[in-house]
Every structure is written in C-alpha cells, then in structure tokens.
C-alpha cells in the first residue's frame, strides 16, 4: 500500500515563526502536491513538483516556498508564518502522466498561527 | 480555482437509504475522480471514471458520468453509518499535472 507521511499532525507557531511542514511518500512517485484546505473552499493547490528539484505555483503560492531535494521527500516553507494561513495542510503524491493519475494523500497537518 | 462544484454542500439520511452526490465542472476532461476524507483526515481514493466512460461500480458506490453536460453523480446504496464524511470530485484535465477539486459534499448518515 501507498502511504504517504506528514512530520506533524497538529503544529502551533507563533506569528513570524519560519515552518516547516515534512511530507515523506514511499511509492516512487513523481509528482507530489501541497494542498491546503478550509471550510467551505475545498481543496486548493499551493505548490507541486513533478520531479527532484521541480516545481511549480499552484493557484494559491503566495507566503509559501518548497523544496524538493530527493523524490520521496517534499517540504512545504512558510517564510514567515501569518494568521491567515492557520489552516488544514495536505501532502499528496502520484504517478506521472499516466492515463490514470490518482492521489494519494496524508494525513493532514493543523496548522495554528497565533 | 475550483473547476469541480459538488452539490448539496450537505446531505444527513438515514442508515440505508440511498445518498446522491453531483458535481458539475467547466472543462474537458481525461478523467473524473471522488475522493472521501473522514473528519481530520487526508482524503482516500474511491473511484475513477475515464471520459469515455458512462457509468462505473466498485461496491456499494455507483458513479456515472454526463460529459455533453459535464457533470458526475456519485450515488451511495445501503448506506451506512460509518459512510459520514466528506466527499470531493476531482478533475483530470490532461495537460496539467494536478487534480482540481471541488469544495465537497458532507454526508451525515444516521444510524
């Protein structure tokens, strides 16, 4: 089974605060995404990478950096950690291109910025 | 942007009833996927349909699939209490590299 791994589920840091939030996948795939979530707006992307060392915005990149350095491993950066981005925080990965491409996701990060 | 839009935001039936989910989405598409997240948790895969696909079963889910007026609907027989959750459609345009989501149904079943 696919299982996709998030170093924290719940975190709670102070405004200014640089985060780091760890996603860990064990299936060898390519592609990995950053998602946050809140009431009433579904999922939304912030960052993804098809590849080591690639990546591109999402629709809402904004406040959020990334780093992908090895294929199983993507980390999502808030520079300096807001109120807005209190948040669900969701790590998901899948094959590339493939017909078929589903995600598979983790467990969530809460996310509290006071 | 949220191409997918589910509707009812929330539906609450009863154990065994028949639960009927819709999404409606803008562009064409590769594939259209449902997705199911339990309170506090990462959303789980259930079922896939191709864009030359009408209708697909796995279990006690059945979805079908209106590409001329692109929309989904994913219909839950029998449910069950443990059924509560969340449920997303996503779409697979192709050209992108990422699933856009839609904003969900949350289905309460009553036991």
């Known amino acids: 089974d696919v299982k996709v791994t998030q170093s924290s589920r719940y975190l709670v840091k102070r405004t200014g605060e640089k985060v780091f939030l760890e996603c860990v996948q064990d299936m060898d795939h390519e592609n990995m995404f950053w998602y946050r979530q809140d009431p009433g707006l579904g999922l939304r992307l912030i960052y993804f990478?098809?590849?080591?060392?690639?990546?591109e915005k999402g629709d809402i990149p904004e406040g959020y950096s990334v780093s992908r350095e090895k294929k199983e491993r993507f980390s999502l950066i808030l520079e300096s950690a807001s109120t807005n981005q209190t948040s669900m925080y969701l790590c998901?990965?899948?094959?590339?291109?493939?017909?078929?491409?589903?995600?598979?996701f983790g467990p969530g990060t809460r996310l509290t910025v006071t | 942007s949220q191409q997918g839009e589910e509707d009812p935001q929330a539906l609450s039936i009863q154990e065994g009833e028949n639960a009927t989910m819709n999404c409606s989405y803008k562009?064409?598409?590769?594939?259209l996927q449902w997705y199911r997240q339990n309170s506090g948790r990462g959303l789980v895969h259930l079922i896939l349909?191709?864009?030359?696909?009408r209708e697909k079963h796995s279990g006690r889910l059945r979805v079908t699939l209106d590409t001329s007026k692109k929309s989904s609907s994913l219909l839950i027989t029998a449910s069950r209490a443990a059924d509560t959750a969340s449920y997303f459609c996503a779409t697979d345009g192709g050209s992108a590299r990422q699933l856009t989501f839609g904003s969900g149904t949350q289905l309460t079943v009553l036991p």
């Open positions: 998901a990965s899948s094959f590339p291109l493939t017909r078929d491409r589903e995600q598979y």
């Open positions: 349909i191709r864009s030359n696909e």
């Open positions: 562009t064409s598409i590769n594939n």
């Open positions: 990478s098809y590849d080591v060392k690639m990546k």
